[in-house]
Nanobody, 116 residues
Framework: QVHLVESGGGTVQPGGSLRLSCAAS????????VTWYRQRPGEERELVAQ????????LYSDPARGRFTVSRDNTKNMVWLQMVNPKPEDTAVYLC?????????WGQGTQVTVSS
């Protein structure tokens, strides 16, 4: 089982950049698919980006594609979400999830605010 901690959130101007981190502790992180979600107040949690266990495949939501990049380093138990050209509508709490067929873990989330 893994434990996740997100960091890197904050306030960023539209058109800037921000990198979110998801640090994992525990055994077997390289077996986990990791997904970044975001949640705005009063809205459902939505998938932003996902990366496979060994990092060979990724997928993105339509709003994230072309602006966000998900990556991981299993030697460091880390996953990142690079956000480029953020927009005000990207303002949300961003959470990472790690999942295998037997286990699902969530971090506590990190707030991203896009504002000038």
């Amino acid at each position: 089982q893994v434990h996740l901690v997100e960091s890197g959130g904050g306030t960023v101007q539209p058109g800037g950049s921000l990198r979110l981190s998801c640090a994992a502790s525990g055994f077997g992180f390289s077996d986990y698919t990791v997904t970044w979600y975001r949640q705005r107040p009063g809205e459902e949690r939505e998938l932003v980006a996902q990366i496979s266990a060994v990092g060979r495949s990724t997928l993105y939501s339509d709003p994230a594609r072309g602006r966000f990049t998900v990556s991981r380093d299993n030697t460091k138990n880390m996953v990142w979400l690079q956000m480029v050209n953020p927009k005000p509508e990207d303002t949300a709490v961003y959470l990472c999830q790690a999942r295998t067929g037997l286990d699902t873990a969530w971090g506590q989330g990190t707030q991203v605010t896009v504002s000038s």
